[in-house]
């Protein structure tokens, strides 16, 4: 079974800094890898998949790396801003189902 | 064009009671699943649809939860019975296929049961 763990739970920095949230998996046959975002009380916006060929994946201040040997995804938010405060969610999909992860909850200080 | 939706977006009702939680898949999307998002538990997977073929439901954590999608589109959720640990969020999602194909979410049902 697929374990996805996010580190850290939470993380708080002041606007301009670039964000690094960290997501970890157990098994590497993952299909792909997707980022999410969830604001508070609202369902999932699809950030960032990654397949399992590819390396990396970019989208205007984000970028997303994607390392099966080591069981790791890394993503990158360039020059934050307070209105990237949310939760960012990795989820793996090994087959058509999607492991989760508890999430990072941002804090962007204006 | 348009998302995934669902309804209703709140949902309050008395333990015991039956309720029914309906999802509106984008467009085309052939595949269709059902995931609940809970305090203790995060967010797990709950069923999956892919057009006419038996439906995964291996997530669905009682025999009181039931799904079905009709004509390879909408999808209701069933929970019969309910109990205040089915207090959750019921979000649906879809993809234009399956292995590897970008999941699509919708707002959710919020379910809280008195």
């Known amino acids: 079974k697929q374990e996805v763990t996010q580190i850290p739970a939470a993380l708080s920095v002041p606007e301009g800094e670039n964000l690094v949230l960290n997501c970890s998996f157990t098994?590497?046959?993952?299909?792909?890898l997707q980022w999410f975002r969830q604001d508070p009380g609202k369902g999932l916006t699809s950030l960032l998949l990654?397949?399992?060929?590819?390396r990396e994946q970019t989208s205007g201040r984000l970028n997303a790396s994607l390392d099966k040997s080591s069981g790791r995804s890394t993503l990158y938010i360039a020059a934050s801003q307070p209105g990237d405060s949310a939760t960012y969610l990795c989820?793996?999909?090994?087959?058509?189902?999607?492991?989760f992860g508890a999430g990072t909850t941002v804090t962007v200080r204006a | 064009g348009a998302g995934v939706s669902q309804s209703p977006s709140n949902k309050v009702t008395e333990k015991g009671k039956d309720v029914e939680l309906r999802c509106d898949p984008i467009?085309?999307?052939?595949?269709l699943y059902w995931y609940r998002q809970s305090l203790g538990q995060g967010l797990e997977f709950l069923i999956y649809?892919?057009?006419?073929?038996?439906?995964?439901k291996s997530g669905l954590p009682s025999d009181r939860f039931s799904a079905e999608r009709t004509g390879g589109s909408v999808s209701t959720l069933t929970i019969q019975r309910t109990q205040q640990e089915d207090s959750a969020v019921y979000l649906c999602a879809s993809s234009l296929g399956t292995g590897g194909y970008e999941q699509y979410f919708g707002p959710g049902t919020r379910l809280t049961v008195t």
């Open positions: 990654i397949q399992s060929s590819q």
């Open positions: 098994d590497s046959a993952i299909y792909n």
């Open positions: 649809f892919q057009g006419n073929s038996a439906p995964d």
């Open positions: 467009s085309g999307h052939t595949a």
């Open positions: 989820a793996g999909a090994n087959d058509y189902k999607l492991s």
